[in-house]
């Protein structure tokens, strides 16, 4: 059987600047990678990357989700696939209610499955067990989206999403940052929920604190654009105790 | 000269206009006369006709109806409006003409007047002579004086003081003809002390002929009178509309106008609102969508004459295709209206590269203790939101959708009556998905 992910020397451009630089990296359910690696490495770029993000051009190498080519698919046939990326910076939007987007975005899922949109009553229920698994309040419904969120709201509104779309494979994207250590308690243990055998979870981040809450089965270590080294959730902890110079002294110009 | 035509018309048929008309609305025609020869109508060297050629539109050969024949479309059994509870008070203008037959039934309280504005100059001469021509400045306004000279009805709503019509009204203004053809409608609102009233006014085009409406509403809210005045055009592409509101307000006065261009040919609004009362209250708010090559263009004047008092604006623009859009606000704090607040907001979104806007934020202030702002936006969509709601796997053309409805949620949300705000809603939706916008089982627009 194929693998949940499967990426093959990922070349990726911004504004003409190669990040990726021929990753290769395997995901396969059940699992949760932890990315690490220092500032500018190329983390937040291989998230944009799979999730389609119009701002990042792939110039090489290939990525296969459940052995379809997913670099030819629309960002929203990829989330419709079952990829979701939590991201580092949510936009806000105001005018659009937190309810009119789920709808839409859970309807869309639904067609591309080809179910009937989901009743109302069931989208309700729904959207209120998703939220007090993050604790957020009854407000969140009618507030457009992420505006006037505080920091941690909209890393909670992240998992919320998550957990209303169901995805096969998240990408958290520096959850971690900016979040005090009861807003992430709350996103750690909203994500470890969601953990099953049939879904797989990347968890790109900075620093080892996440890695206390979620613990991953494999640790890499992106940098200049590569995965440099991959070991177990040991590893995570070595990074904290000795810093990145270690292993990327090697890999230096 | 364009003007020479319609100054022949006037002078050759000025008698035949007057017959069909009433005492207070011809003693007004010498001075509108006078005052549309010297000034002509309005060409792009004015400063506030720089983006709106009004001119052109005049050009064509109209049919005019001076002789007021009737029109034998009856508009009760051909529409029939789908907004639930609003359908009860419905009035007709067809074309200039204010449809007598089949008026609702509603009792009004007494000494409410709503109907003709011909019969009401006739019945209540003395309150029509105080109120109509009142507010409009002709001397600024060609196309005001224009249609002055050759109004011959329109529609009236007088509230007596201390009375609430709790039902909102609705008035119906059709356009239909078999040759193109120019109508002047004429509309005429006063709120007494105390008293409230709301009021729809939709546009609709019937016929696939080019028309020319021209059209001017004074409102008069009196000492805490609050008024809600809804406009909706849903006019064909051949349809080009001139509206000029003047509102005048009077201590503690509320009054809001809330004009949705949903469909049109060539537009141009124009609000004149004097608060000339202490602690009186305005909103004048505007949504636009257009597309193919239409043009709108809203301009609005805010008087602050006397202390105390609030003025909102806030209009929106999306302009799609080839649409043109234009936006001049202008603030004027006299030098007595201390403790003014006046906000402006004007945002637009051009959807497609051709789209064009000009936006012109105004404020003249002579008072020193005020809080004016202006803000004016735009820009196309949001990418980064766009892409955000691509990544919840909503495809790229609805989340273009729900981007622009959102931008519009605010202007929409102004709209105090439930039952109307949700059915706009609903069709901005739809004018959005590239539907036709039409209100639902309205049979006249099928």
């Known amino acids: 059987m194929a693998n949940l992910l499967s990426i093959k020397n990922l070349h990726a451009n911004i504004d003409g600047k190669e990040i990726l630089r021929g990753l290769d990296l395997e995901v396969n359910n059940g699992e949760i990678h932890a990315i690490m690696g220092p500032n500018g490495a190329g983390k937040s770029t291989l998230a944009s990357v799979l999730v389609g993000n119009p701002n990042f051009e792939v110039t090489e190498g290939e990525v296969t989700f459940e052995g379809k080519d997913l670099l030819e698919l629309a960002p929203e046939e990829r989330a419709c696939e079952g990829l979701f990326l939590s991201f580092q910076y949510p936009?806000?939007?105001?005018?659009?209610?937190?309810?009119?987007?789920?709808?839409?975005?859970?309807?869309?899922?639904?067609?591309?499955?080809?179910?009937?949109p989901i009743a109302a009553s069931d989208f309700l229920k729904l959207m209120k067990e998703k939220r007090e698994l993050v604790d957020l309040d009854s407000t969140l419904a009618s507030r457009s989206v992420n505006e006037g969120f505080s920091g941690g709201e909209k890393k909670r509104n992240e998992i919320f999403q998550m957990a209303m779309l169901d995805p096969k494979l998240a990408i958290l994207d520096e959850t971690d940052s900016g979040l005090d250590i009861d807003a992430l308690r709350?996103?750690?243990?909203g994500v470890?929920?969601?953990?099953?055998?049939?879904?797989?979870?990347?968890?790109?981040?900075?620093?080892?604190?996440?890695?206390?809450y979620i613990k991953p089965d494999f640790v890499h270590v992106l940098y200049k654009g590569k995965i440099v080294k991959s070991a177990g959730p040991e590893l995570a902890l070595e990074l904290e105790e000795k810093g990145y110079d270690w292993i990327i002294k090697d890999f230096q110009d | 000269?364009?003007?020479?035509?319609?100054?022949?018309?006037?002078?050759?048929h000025r008698s035949l206009i007057d017959s069909k008309s009433t005492k207070v609305l011809n003693d007004e025609r010498n001075k509108a006369f006078e005052i549309f020869k010297t000034l002509g109508f309005p060409d792009r060297s004015l400063e506030d006709y720089q983006y709106s050629d009004v001119v052109k539109e005049f050009i064509p050969d109209y049919g005019f109806n001076l002789s007021r024949l009737s029109t034998q479309t009856n508009p009760y059994n051909?529409?029939?409006?789908?907004?639930?509870?609003l359908s009860t008070n419905l009035f007709f203008l067809m074309n200039d003409t204010f449809h007598k037959e089949h008026q609702p039934k509603t009792d009004f309280p007494k000494g409410v007047f709503i109907g003709s504005l011909?019969?009401?100059?006739?019945?209540?001469?003395?309150?029509?002579?105080k109120y109509y021509g009142k507010v409009a400045q002709l001397e600024n306004n060609a196309i005001a004086a224009f249609n002055t000279m050759f109004v011959q009805d329109g529609f009236v709503i007088y509230i007596p003081d201390n009375i609430v019509i709790e039902q909102p009204l609705q008035l119906i203004n059709i356009l239909t003809a078999n040759v193109d053809f120019l109508v002047n409608r004429r509309l005429l609102i006063i709120a007494g002390k105390?008293?409230?009233?709301?009021l729809l006014a939709c546009d609709h085009t019937v016929d696939s002929h080019k028309f020319l409406a021209t059209q001017v509403t004074e409102i008069f809210a009196e000492e805490n009178a609050h008024i809600e005045f809804y406009e909706l055009e849903e006019n064909s592409n051949q349809v080009t509309r001139l509206a000029s509101t003047y509102v005048q307000q009077e201590k503690s006065s509320t009054v809001l106008v809330n004009n949705i261009t949903l469909n049109c040919g060539f537009t141009r609004n124009n609000y004149h609102v004097k608060l000339n009362g202490e602690n009186a209250e305005a909103t004048i708010a505007g949504v636009v969508i257009a597309d193919k090559v239409q043009h709108v263009d809203n301009f609005a004047f805010l008087d602050h004459a006397k202390p105390h008092c609030q003025s909102t604006q806030l209009f929106k623009y999306v302009l799609q295709e080839q649409a043109v859009g234009s936006f001049c606000g202008r603030i004027l704090v006299e030098q007595d209206a201390q403790k003014t607040i006046a906000y402006q907001t004007n945002n637009n979104l051009c959807a497609s590269p051709d789209a064009r806007m000009y936006s012109k934020p105004q404020l003249e202030i002579y008072a020193d203790d005020v809080k004016c702002s202006h803000g004016l936006t735009t820009g196309q969509l949001d990418e980064d939101a766009l892409f955000y709601?691509?990544?919840?796997?909503?495809?790229?053309?609805?989340?273009?959708?729900?981007?622009?409805?959102?931008?519009?949620?605010?202007?929409?949300?102004?709209?105090?009556?439930?039952?109307?705000?949700?059915?706009?809603?609903?069709?901005?939706?739809?004018?959005?998905?590239?539907?036709?916008?039409?209100?639902?089982?309205?049979?006249?627009?099928?």
């Open chain 1, 186 to 189: 709350i996103v750690a243990a």
């Open chain 1, 91 to 116: 936009v806000e939007i105001p005018g659009v209610s937190m309810v009119n987007f789920m709808r839409a975005a859970v309807n869309e899922t639904r067609k591309h499955k080809g179910l009937e």
């Open chain 2, 78 to 85: 051909a529409y029939k409006c789908n907004v639930p509870e």
């Open chain 2, 1 to 12: 000269m364009i003007e020479t035509q319609y100054i022949d018309l006037f002078t050759e």
């Open chain 2, 389 to 446: 709601l691509r990544a919840r796997g909503i495809a790229k053309e609805d989340a273009k959708l729900l981007l622009m409805q959102a931008f519009t949620a605010d202007v929409l949300k102004l709209i105090h009556i439930d039952v109307l705000r949700d059915r706009l809603e609903e069709l901005v939706e739809k004018r959005f998905r590239g539907e036709e916008a039409r209100c639902g089982d309205c049979a006249i627009c099928k």
């Open chain 2, 118 to 129: 011909n019969d009401f100059a006739e019945q209540h001469a003395d309150i029509a002579s």
């Open chain 1, 192 to 212: 470890n929920k969601l953990r099953r055998k049939d879904n797989a979870t990347i968890v790109i981040t900075h620093y080892q604190r996440l890695l206390e």
């Open chain 2, 194 to 198: 105390n008293s409230q009233v709301k």
